[in-house]
Structures are given as C-alpha cells and as structure tokens.
C-alpha cells in the first residue's frame, strides 16, 4: 500500500512554460516532504523540502507548496528548461526517523 | 562532495545464487538506505541502518538481508536470488536522526536474475 501517490507518470510542457508535478500522501505522521530529480543511469539527487510547518518553499525557479488538509504537495518549475527533463519524485518522511517513503514517480519532459 | 559508490553497475546473477551488492559512503554518515526500483511503483525501501551493526526492516525486506560491519558501509545480500529479484537497486546515505535530512543517493546496480 503505497503511502505516497503520484498519479502521473508523465507531464509534458513546452520550454518556458510552467511545469507541475503533483503529489497525494495517506499518512498523516509525515512531517517532512522532499522532491528528488532522477536523469537515466543516475541515483536520484535532491532538489527541494518543506517542513509541514510552511506551506511554501522556494529556490530559484522550483517551489513546492503544501496543503496539509488535503494531503497534497506540489511542484512548480517556471520557467520550464529543456535540461528539467527527468524523472521526479516525491518522498515523505515522518518522527524523529529519517527514513522515507517514495512515490512511483514523474516522468517530465521539457520540449524545445 | 558527498559520494555514495556501488560495487557494479550491471550485475547478471542465476537463480539460487548468493548476491552481494556493496554501497560505500565517504562523508561520515550515520544512516545508510536500501531501495529497489521498478516501472510504475517509485523506490521501495528494503532495509536501512542507523548505525553500525544497527538494521530496522523497510516495506518489502523478504527475501534480503542486510549487514553494517563498518560505519561507511552498507551491504545487500540476496541469500537466494529469485527472477523476481531483477531490479534497480539504490543505496543511500544520511546524517544522523532527529532533524529528516536529504538521503544522497549512489548510481544504482541494475541486477537481472536469470
């Protein structure tokens, strides 16, 4: 039973353009919400966290936002550039442990 | 510049055979991760590890077992290996508990079970 839901497997946008990648959890003990960027033959690396304390984090062009009542957290890239393209995914933690719970994951693709 | 190395990048093992899948972090890390990842269901959590000889159970460790003899190490063994065992495996890394902190992530062992 999956805890963390992404419910598309693909998004496609123009460069330039917004990009938003969603992201539904089931477990309210998760207090910690982070979003990982995966390109092919790579281990996935960081891109940006909330705490649940916010409900908006922002680094440069990326922001993620939090509705804690509805369970859902998302991704926003603008502007969208052809190298965001990559896999996206969403992961959750909670208490005092570091382990983490992921979503199936994105796949975005930036067109030219 | 946080490094988390896979002993293999490609590994193709029989059906029965004993596996070892190596991770080795350079930065001091307390927390090491197993995942396995497959199309359609994200990265699954196998095993981790707080400290050394320290192991807690993730959501799928059946068929697995993990050992922690040194703090920069972290090891997969498939005791048996079974085609349903074909995957991606990731290793990660992460400070210590308390606050949640990023997991840095080695580049994966794509592991086919014949």
């Known amino acids: 039973d999956q805890q963390v839901k992404q419910n598309s497997p693909s998004l496609s946008v123009q460069e330039g353009r917004i990009s938003i990648l969603n992201c539904d959890y089931t477990?309210?003990?998760?207090?910690?919400f982070l979003w990982y960027k995966k390109y092919p033959a790579e281990g996935p690396t960081f891109l940006i966290s909330?705490?649940?304390?916010?409900d908006k984090n922002e680094d440069g062009r990326f922001t993620v936002f939090l509705n804690k009542s509805a369970k859902h957290l998302s991704l926003h890239i603008v502007p969208s550039q052809p190298g965001d393209s990559a896999v996206y995914f969403c992961?959750?933690?909670?208490?005092?442990?570091?382990?983490?719970?992921f979503g199936a994951g994105t796949r975005l693709t930036v067109k030219p | 510049d946080v490094k988390v190395t896979q002993s293999s990048r490609y590994l193709v093992k029989r059906t029965g055979e004993k596996v070892f899948l190596e991770c080795v972090q350079d930065?001091?890390?307390?927390?090491m991760f197993w995942y396995r990842q497959d199309p359609g269901l994200g990265l699954r959590l196998i095993y981790f590890?707080?400290?050394?000889?320290?192991?807690e159970k993730g959501d799928i460790p059946e068929g697995y077992s993990v050992s922690r003899e040194k703090k920069e190490r972290f090891s997969l063994i498939l005791e048996s290996a079974s085609t349903n065992q074909t995957s991606m495996y990731l290793c990660?890394?992460?400070f210590g508990t308390g606050v949640v902190h990023e997991q840095f992530f080695g580049p994966g062992t794509r592991l086919t079970v014949l």
């Open positions: 990660a890394s992460s």
């Open positions: 477990n309210s003990m998760f207090d910690y």
């Open positions: 909330i705490s649940s304390i916010k």
């Open positions: 992961a959750a933690s909670g208490g005092n442990n570091n382990d983490m719970r």
């Open positions: 930065m001091d890390h307390e927390n």
């Open positions: 590890s707080y400290d050394v000889k320290m192991k």
